[in-house]
Nanobody, 127 residues
Framework: QVQLVESGGGSVQAGGSLRLSCAAS????????MGWFRQAPGKERECVAA????????NYADSVKGRFTISRDNAKNMVYLQMNSLQPEDTAVYYC????????????????????WGQGTQVTVSS
């Protein structure tokens, strides 16, 4: 059974930075794309960043382009989300998720393509 555990959330002021980490276990991590999603109160869960299984391709939501960076370390079974220039609208619960299809060639941002989810970590940005 795949387990994903996020860490690194917290409270920061606008303009600050946070680095989220997600530790994966349970199957061969390196063969699956990973995504970071967020859900704010009253809003749908959205993909903010995703990365292919080999790390060669990434995709970002327009709202975070240039501010967030997704990366992965397959040797450590870890995926990261570096978040800079945080704004109050970035406040949400952030989840990491693992793609259900092995060796997918493209980056998917569809929630339905991700089979495994972490418990989430809260990010709060104050103005």
């Amino acid at each position: 059974q795949v387990q994903l555990v996020e860490s690194g959330g917290g409270s920061v002021q606008a303009g600050g930075s946070l680095r989220l980490s997600c530790a994966a276990s349970g199957r061969t991590f390196g063969g699956y794309a990973m995504g970071w999603f967020r859900q704010a109160p009253g809003k749908e869960r959205e993909c903010v960043a995703a990365i292919t299984w080999h790390g060669g391709r990434t995709n970002y939501a327009d709202s975070v382009k240039g501010r967030f960076t997704i990366s992965r370390d397959n040797a450590k079974n870890m995926v990261y989300l570096q978040m800079n220039s945080l704004q109050p609208e970035d406040t949400a619960v952030y989840y990491c998720a693992e793609d259900g299809q092995k060796f997918r060639l493209w980056v998917t941002v569809r929630l339905s393509d991700y089979d495994y989810w972490g418990q989430g970590t809260q990010v709060t940005v104050s103005s």
